[in-house]
Every structure is written in C-alpha cells, then in structure tokens.
C-alpha cells in the first residue's frame, strides 16, 4: 500500500489494496479493492501483459462493505512466457461520468505515472518449483567444525572433547581457517535425531567436494567427496539416514571456480598437462587467460581459478554430460534434493559473467531432467532479481538484500560488511518492499532467510547478548515470508559469548546433543521446536502473501495472508512497550480475508467513505482516516479462533494472550511488549 512520492499533488484521491497471493486456488481473477471514493464514481482497469504488450481489461465492481469497494476480473493469459505481470488503472470520475484524476497501481505503489513493466505484479502461470518448499525449515551445517563421529575433534593430532565449548585461547598459535578439526559427514549422520528434533526438515551443507582447505572452497574433484569428512561411502550413509528422518539434503555447488591444485589446472604440475602451464593442454578451454598468460581468477584469489562456461566441455562436465557433477549427486545412491549454487552471479564465459542468466538457466534445466522437484538457489552476494526474474531459472536465492542485511542492521545496528547501520523500522520496510518489487510469490516463497552464516559474525554477538532481542528476532526469521534457516550453534544462545564461539569454531556437539550446554541454550533449542510447529500449523506462513502494516523507529509489523488463513506479526526491539493505532492497519485483513465472501448480495455503495486522503510526505506515509470501518472487522475478528504467541521479554502465556486479543478485536490501539515478537494465528476452521 505504497505510494510513488515524485506527483507534486498533495492528495491521492482513494486507497487501493492488492494481495497477489499466487499460487492460490485461482489466479486467472484477479481482485482489487479501493477506498475512499463511491464505487459510482470509480472506473477500474487491469493492465496485462500476456505478451508483453499490455491488454487493459474493464474491472467489474461486485459490491462493497464497511466503505471497501470490490472490483474483479479475469486475467488475459496467452501462451508464451510463464512470468506474467499486470498492474491497475483506477480513474475518478464526475457526476457526469467523465474522468478526473487517475492513479496507477502496482508493486511499488500507488502512482501518478504507468509503472514500469518490472514493477508490475508479478506471478508464474505455471509453478515449477518443488511443492515440498513450503514447509521446509533448513539447518546449515559447516561440516569440518560441526561434528564427528569419533565424539571429539582432531587438530593438528591434538585431541578436543566436545562436551563444552572449545575456547578460542585453546588455538593461540593456530588459525583455524587452515587448519582441518575433525567434523565429518558421519558425525552429521549421528546429530540428525537432535536436528530433527528442534523442527529441521532439511540440511544444508557448506562445499564436501575434496579440496585442500577446510572450507573446501578450492575443488580439487567433484567426483570425490573429502577424505576428511568420510569420502563417498560417508555421504550415501549421510543421504540414507535423512532419509529415515525425512529430511532434504542440499548441497553447496562451488561451480564458479575450482581449487588451483584441480587437475584441469594443476598449478602444482603434478599431472603434467595443467591448463596452467601447457597451452596446449586438453583442459587449456577449461579456464580463460589473460595477455599476460595468468588466469582470471575469482575475487583474485590465486587459488580459485574461473571455470569458463564458453567452453563444451565445461558444460559436458558440470552439468551436460549424464554423468555431470549436477546430474551425478541428483541419482541414487546419493539422491539430494537440491543444489545452492556459489557465487551465482559469476557463473559464465571467458573468465567474466558474460552468459550468466543463459548458464544458470541451463544448470537449472539440467538438473531438472534428472529429478523435476530439484531445489535450485542461487547464491548471490546482493541483488539477484535479474536471474530470479526469468523463466525457468533458479528456484531462489539466499536472501541477503531482502532479509538477512536488513535484519541485522535493525536487531543489531550492522551491516554485513560490518559498518554502523542503525536501521528504524521504517527503513526495514522500505528496504525488504523494495526488493519484493515485481518478483512472484512463487519465487519469494523460495527464498532462504538467515540470521547467520559462516562468514558473518555471530548475530548473538552483534545484539550485544540481549537474550529477549535473540528470541524476538528468531520468531521474526520463522514468520517472514520464505525458508527459514539456522546456520549451527545459533541454538547456543549465551554460549556463544561466554565462550567466544566464532562462526566457524568447532562445536560442542555433544552437550547440544544432549542440551547440555547451558540453561538458556535448552530454552533455545525449545524456541525453535515451537516456533517451527507454529510455522506449519498456518498455511498463511508458508504459502502466504507478506504485507507490512506499521513500521516506526523501533518497530514494524506484516501479515501473512492465504486463502483463509491469516498470521499478524509485530515486532518491538525497544525497551518499553509501543502503543500502535489500528487506524487502517488491519485493512488487509479486512479486505483480503473477508470481504470476498461477505460481499455476496450485499451493496454498500451508497457508503462514499471519501473522508480518507492519503497524504504524500516522503518515505513516512501517514494516512488521515481514523479506523473507519474497523467495527466490521472486529465484529469478524471475534469470530475467529485465535491464538497468540509472544517471543522475548514476553513470553506466551493465556493471560497474555486473553489481554491481547481483548485489544485487538475492540480497541483503538495495539500494545506491542518490549524486546518481542507477537504472532497472531486464526486457526483452521473445522
């Protein structure tokens, strides 16, 4: 419900609200909603674009409720491209029916001007992606500093138990970053009961190709998983016991790049034949050179020479060939279930991103020829819509711009590069609308949120400890729109500074096992159970739309709606509670939820409601009407069964819960706690 600031004109005349909810039951109608100016004096359009040309459809005006008008119409749909997009013309008319003013709306907003094609609504005819996404919540594993199957770890043939936190002091003359621990895929094998037991359907694996640095960044051979973490015997086993737990399992695809010591390469001569040294090597295609005859490397790191997707042979062998390194990992024995793709936006021709959209796209088409309900996400260090905007492509993406940069600079006043953000509310908004801009739903519900990963500092660490911030910010990961991800030891709450447990120290896998750790870290460990038995329970968190409905310095709150489900959600990170009017907030919900229904054989359009102007005043809008119409939406909030859960400073209980509910159905304003997130379910009616 955003609106374009660039019109000199003070007022728009009217209120539009649209939830582009696909994949729902139908999404060939399409339904607006406006308010603020008689029906009588409204003309609505949907503006499509089956193929690319935009086909402007009359909208038909079906009724109206409580001043909230309801136009409908069927959404021209061609064959051509599975991304469809469309936006809406709303003209105001005259007493003799001639136009006035007219506003467009799309995406981004409400605007004087016709949107551009990109940020227009935006959903894909048919859905491609896997149906088993919805509910997946994925645990992120770093497999050398997470756990192994002899119990304790290995450095430098030192042995270290895991029944406490390793101290960092322990390693004074060592970096850990070169130097192997221990942690292999059969100590994962051994920890999925404890993962599957805080609510984890899904592992995500940093690279376990053979490589000589731990983090395994540097492939030496794709056919080869790591000595170091049990070889390809420990991944078939790791694959069989997920399956007996009904996990997924992903797997990092480092596909930009390989290690210098890769035989293709050989910078080490070993073979002889190294594209390195020998102009005339087979593999010589392989990688792209500059005049100097050194490689392109990536991020000009020496270690990491570009792979040049110009080449056949590179393509035959990545992903081509029926024995590609994509294709290999998708059938038994190991059977996974999706790949995240390194450094996504790199992935092309002659050492450059040349091809890149063309190249992914025939990663994903590749892929899918073996196992259609492929996960495929890119991993992009900012914006990757461009990809993610075309057909056929990645499922997702690792949300850094949308997500995880906003919530840290919100929760924790950082960026990801470490700079000073202090980011309000407002800012968040601004920030995660924007990027939702002209992207499908089907994609963003594809999208994996983090608070952490193995290279940021510890999310715990830069909230400074706050113990009621770190549940408040685990509830809001659980309830945004997309996969939730913890990456390993985010469970370990104070442990994490008390010991100073860095993103890729080794872990005290088995006191984790055992919740063993420390008191809050148990309390931890059960937040997330519960937070991920929430998620599931209500459709609207794993299908549904995300819209915001308040934002301020230190606060903001979304709902979730799909079909008839809906989730409220309002977080507050300051220390003392916020009191928030309801004024048109819940509008949304009024519309979306129940309007469709209720609207049949019912016409209030004698009810102009034209009291409400929405006042333009730069990034911060402010709207002038003061709740009209919220008596019909309490009169249906108290139909509802509704449950309410807190995460913080305030936890769930059913005084708290009655006190809420009180306020949310018959007052003016809402009470957010302080240091928590509120999470409002209706639930399933019988």
Same mark, same amino acid.
């Given at each position: 419900m ?5 019109s000199p004109r003070?007022?728009?005349p ?6 582009c909810?696909?994949?729902?039951d ?8 406006v308010?603020g100016a008689?029906?009588?004096r409204l003309?609505?359009k949907?503006v499509?674009f089956p193929?690319?040309?935009?086909v402007r459809?009359d ?8 001043g909230i008008?309801r136009?409908?119409a069927q959404?021209?749909?061609?064959e ?7 936006s809406?013309?709303?003209a105001?008319l ?10 467009w709306?799309?995406?981004l907003?409400m ?13 894909e005819?048919?859905?491609v992606h896997p ?6 919540i ?7 500093r997470?756990?192994?199957s002899k ?8 042995h270290y138990a895991?029944d406490?936190p390793i101290h960092n002091?322990?390693f004074?003359?060592k970096?850990?970053d ?15 009961p ?6 984890f ?7 376990i190709?053979k ?11 794709y ?11 420990a991944l078939?086993?790791l694959r069989m016991?997920s399956?007996?737990?009904?996990m997924?399992l992903i797997?990092?695809a ?10 293709w390469?050989d910078?080490?001569e070993r073979t ?7 102009k ?8 792209s ?5 050194d490689?392109y490397y990536y991020?000009n790191?020496p ?9 056949k042979?590179?393509?035959?062998s990545m ?6 390194v994509?294709?290999k990992?998708?059938?038994v ?8 793709i390194?450094?996504?936006?790199q992935v ?6 040349l091809?890149?959209?063309?190249r992914?796209k025939q990663?994903?088409?590749q ?11 890119g991993?992009?260090?900012?914006d990757?819509?461009?990809a993610l905007?075309t ?8 949300n850094y711009?949308?997500?995880?940069s906003p919530?840290?600079?919100?929760f924790?006043?950082v960026? *990801? ?11 968040l908004?601004r920030t995660c ?6 992207m ?9 949120n983090?608070?952490?990963?193995h290279d940021?500092p510890?999310f715990y ?5 706050e113990?009621s ?5 685990l509830?809001?990961?659980y309830?945004?729109r997309?996969?939730?991800c913890i990456?390993q030891?985010d469970?370990?709450?104070?442990a994490?500074?008390q010991y ?11 006191a984790m096992r055992?919740?063993?750790?420390s008191?809050?870290?148990a ?7 519960e *937070?991920?038995a ?7 968190l794993?299908y549904?739309s995300?819209v ?6 230190a ?5 979730r709606?799909?079909n008839?489900?809906?989730s ?7 220390r ?7 004024g ?8 979306a939820l ?7 054989g019912q016409?209030d359009?004698e ?9 333009l ?13 919220l ?12 449950k309410?859960?807190s995460?913080?400073?305030?936890m ?5 819960q009655e ?5 949310l159905?018959q007052g003016?304003t809402?009470?957010i706690?302080?240091r ?6 209706n639930?399933?009616?019988?």
């Amino acid at each position: 419900m955003r609106q374009n600031t660039s019109s000199p004109r003070t007022n728009l005349p009217f209120q539009c609200f649209h939830t582009c909810t696909a994949p729902g039951d139908n999404h060939k109608f399409t339904v607006l909603f406006v308010r603020g100016a008689s029906p009588k004096r409204l003309s609505a359009k949907l503006v499509a674009f089956p193929q690319n040309e935009p086909v402007r459809v009359d909208m038909l005006y079906t009724g109206s409720k409580a001043g909230i008008h309801r136009f409908v119409a069927q959404i021209p749909l061609d064959e051509g491209a599975n991304l469809q997009r469309y936006s809406f013309k709303i003209a105001l008319l005259n007493d003799k029916q001639e136009t006035i003013d007219v506003v467009w709306y799309s995406s981004l907003g409400m605007s004087r001007e016709p949107p551009l094609l990109q940020h227009c609504f935006a959903f894909e005819l048919n859905d491609v992606h896997p149906s088993w996404v919805k509910d997946l919540i994925l645990y992120q594993i770093f497999p050398d500093r997470f756990a192994s199957s002899k119990g304790y770890f290995t450095i430098d043939a030192t042995h270290y138990a895991a029944d406490t936190p390793i101290h960092n002091d322990s390693f004074e003359y060592k970096d850990l970053d070169e130097v192997h621990c221990g942690g292999d895929l059969d100590g994962i094998s051994n920890m999925l009961p404890y993962i599957r037991g805080m609510g984890f359907d899904g592992i995500y694996l940093t690279p376990i190709f053979k490589a000589t640095s731990p983090n395994k960044y540097d492939v030496e051979d794709y056919d080869v998983i790591d000595s170091h973490f049990g070889g390809n015997g420990a991944l078939k086993r790791l694959r069989m016991n997920s399956f007996s737990y009904e996990m997924r399992l992903i797997l990092n695809a480092p596909f930009n790049h390989t290690g210098d010591n890769h035989p293709w390469f050989d910078r080490q001569e070993r073979t002889g034949k190294g594209a390195r040294h020998h102009k005339d090597s087979p593999y010589r295609d392989f990688y792209s050179f500059k005049g100097n005859d050194d490689a392109y490397y990536y991020r000009n790191i020496p270690t990491n020479p570009k792979l040049n997707y110009g080449s056949k042979a590179v393509r035959h062998s990545m992903y081509k060939g029926h024995n590609s390194v994509i294709k290999k990992y998708l059938r038994v024995p190991y059977g996974i279930d999706g790949w995240c793709i390194d450094a996504a936006s790199q992935v092309g021709d002659e050492g450059t991103s040349l091809n890149n959209v063309r190249r992914l796209k025939q990663m994903c088409e590749q892929a899918r020829s073996v196992r259609e309900d492929t996960l495929l996400i890119g991993d992009f260090p900012s914006d990757g819509r461009y990809a993610l905007n075309t057909d056929n492509n990645l499922d997702g993406a690792i949300n850094y711009t949308g997500f995880l940069s906003p919530i840290r600079a919100f929760f924790g006043g950082v960026n *990801l590069t470490g700079d000073p953000t202090p980011y309000t509310g407002e800012d968040l908004r601004r920030t995660c609308e924007n990027y939702s801009v002209g992207m499908a739903q089907q994609v963003k519900i594809c999208l994996i949120n983090q608070l952490d990963n193995h290279d940021l500092p510890r999310f715990y660490s830069i909230i400074g400890g706050e113990k009621s911030l770190y549940l408040a910010a685990l509830a809001t990961l659980y309830t945004w729109r997309g996969i939730p991800c913890i990456y390993q030891g985010d469970e370990l709450g104070d442990a994490i500074n008390q010991y100073e447990i860095q993103p890729r120290s080794p872990l005290p896998f088995e006191a984790m096992r055992d919740h063993h750790v420390s008191p809050y870290s148990a309390k931890i460990q059960n937040a997330l159970h519960e *937070l991920a038995a929430i998620r599931r329970s209500n459709e609207a968190l794993t299908y549904g739309s995300q819209v915001f409905i308040t934002s301020g310095g230190a606060h903001f709150g979304f709902i979730r709606l799909y079909n008839n489900r809906f989730s409220l959600v309002l977080v507050n990170v300051a220390r003392q509670a916020i009191n928030i009017d309801q004024g048109s907030m819940l509008l949304p919900l009024l519309a979306a939820l129940y309007l469709p229904t209720d609207l049949e054989g019912q016409d209030d359009s004698e009810d102009t409601g034209e009291s409400l102007l929405i006042p333009l005043s730069g990034r911060n809008v402010r709207r002038t009407d003061h709740g009209e119409g919220l008596e019909a939406l309490y009169e249906l909030l108290a139909r509802e069964d509704l449950k309410v859960y807190s995460f913080g400073l305030t936890m769930s209980s059913d005084e708290f819960q009655e006190k809420f509910i009180k306020e949310l159905t018959q007052g003016k304003t809402l009470t957010i706690p302080a240091r928590s997130t509120v999470i409002v379910n209706n639930q399933a009616k019988a």
